[in-house]
T-cell receptor
Framework: DAKTTQPPSMDCAEGRAANLPCNHS???????VYWYRQIHSQGPQYIIH???NNETNEMASLIITEDRKSSTLILPHATLRDTAVYYC?????????????FGKGTRLSVIA | SQTIHQWPATLVQPVGSPLSLECTVE??????LYWYRQAAGRGLQLLFY??????ISSEVPQNLSASRPQDRQFILSSKKLLLSDSGFYLC??????????FGEGSRLTVL
């Protein structure tokens, strides 16, 4: 699976949009971009994933650049409860049983 | 709906004592099961995963072992705990690959 690079930490004002970047310059054509988050002392939670089109769900939006070498997770109106470590993972979906490998992620702090 | 149960939630064990953490999944059949560990202030480390009963893959050689005696049961064990085994242990499952669902975690402190 391709490697990802994320900033170690970010701050965001409550109510504003949080834009979390992820670089994956070695991504292959059949690899998806997955986002998870981990709130302190809890297990990670799946947020969203995409291949090349932008995706949106009730939690967030995922913007993938046209060359697919980077992506941005957008939390449109961040709240204090969005404070967490956010993980960007690139992997091939539906390939059998190779598990997800988590990097260090970005620690997002939402400030009142 | 599917649920995952993990226990105990917290435990404090002396060095050299045995360990058994248990994880069960409900509402699905033949899930892939995983054990991850998170040491204090560090990222998630994959320890073991299983694609079926009796099938265990180890990602990191260490003082721990895993077993899957039933389809929806995954057990993490150690015969003799080390100080370095302290951490937050997370069980997870998946069916559709890439979407992991995690349990609440077990916090282990080895003294």
């Amino acid at each position: 699976d391709a490697k990802t690079t994320q900033p170690p930490s970010m701050d965001c004002a409550e109510g504003r949009a949080a834009n979390l970047p992820c670089n994956h310059s070695t991504i292959s054509g059949n690899e998806y971009v997955y986002w998870y988050r981990q709130i302190h002392s809890q297990g990670p939670q799946y947020i969203i994933h995409g291949l090349k089109n932008n995706e949106t769900n009730e939690m967030a939006s995922l913007i993938i650049t046209e060359d697919r070498k980077s992506s941005t997770l957008i939390l449109p109106h961040a709240t204090l409860r969005d404070t967490a470590v956010y993980y960007c993972i690139v992997r091939v979906a539906f390939t059998g049983n190779t598990p997800l490998v988590f990097g260090k992620g970005t620690r997002l702090s939402v400030i009142a | 709906s599917q649920t995952i149960h993990q226990w105990p939630a917290t435990l404090v064990q002396p060095v050299g004592s045995p360990l058994s953490l248990e994880c069960t999944v409900e509402g699905t059949s033949n899930p892939n099961l995983y054990w991850y560990r998170q040491a204090a202030g560090r990222g998630l480390q994959l320890l073991f995963y299983s694609v079926g009963i009796g099938q265990i893959s180890s990602e990191v050689p260490q003082n721990l072992s895993a077993s899957r005696p039933q389809d929806r049961q995954f057990i993490l064990s150690s015969k003799k705990l080390l100080l370095s085994d302290s951490g937050f242990y997370l069980c997870a499952w998946s069916v559709v690959y890439g979407e992991l669902f995690f349990g609440e975690g077990s916090r282990l402190t080895v003294l």
